[in-house]
């Protein structure tokens, strides 16, 4: 069965970090651009991120560069979302999300995906 699965989410404190992984079942990452994406309630969808299949450069949102990192292990399969000094807004239910294409734009969000995670969710709070 071909399909995203994401985990990691849980609850955190603001400032803390947590460490979200997206993994492939029943294909290949390797040539997929992978990018992440966060949905709260009542707020529309926001790009997060993205990390290139062709050489793992990335994009991210004005609103986490600085504290979230991507970073993809094409040998497990898998892409990874470090997120450091996590505010209350960050929480969200976060996907990930795969197309096939060697690089990222600025413009990732407003891309066609083809594959889509389920979600994890991610709560700040104190």
């Known amino acids: 069965q071909v399909q995203l699965v994401e985990s990691g989410g849980g609850l955190v404190q603001p400032g803390g970090s947590l460490t979200l992984s997206c993994a492939a079942a029943?294909?290949?990452?390797?040539?997929?651009?992978i990018s992440w994406f966060r949905k709260a309630p009542g707020k529309e969808r926001e790009g997060v991120g993205c990390?290139?299949?062709?050489?793992?450069?990335?994009y991210y949102a004005d609103f986490v560069k600085g504290r979230f990192t991507m970073s993809r292990d094409n040998a497990q399969n898998t892409v990874y979302l470090q997120m450091n000094s996590l505010e209350l807004e960050d929480g969200s239910v976060y996907y990930c999300?795969?197309?096939?294409?060697?690089?990222?734009?600025?413009?990732?969000?407003?891309?066609?995906?083809?594959?889509w995670g389920q979600g994890t969710q991610v709560t700040v709070s104190s």
């Open positions: 999300a795969a197309d096939m294409r060697p690089r990222c734009g600025v413009l990732f969000y407003r891309y066609s995906y083809e594959f």
């Open positions: 029943g294909f290949s990452l390797d040539d997929y651009i």
């Open positions: 990390i290139s299949s062709s050489d793992g450069s990335t």
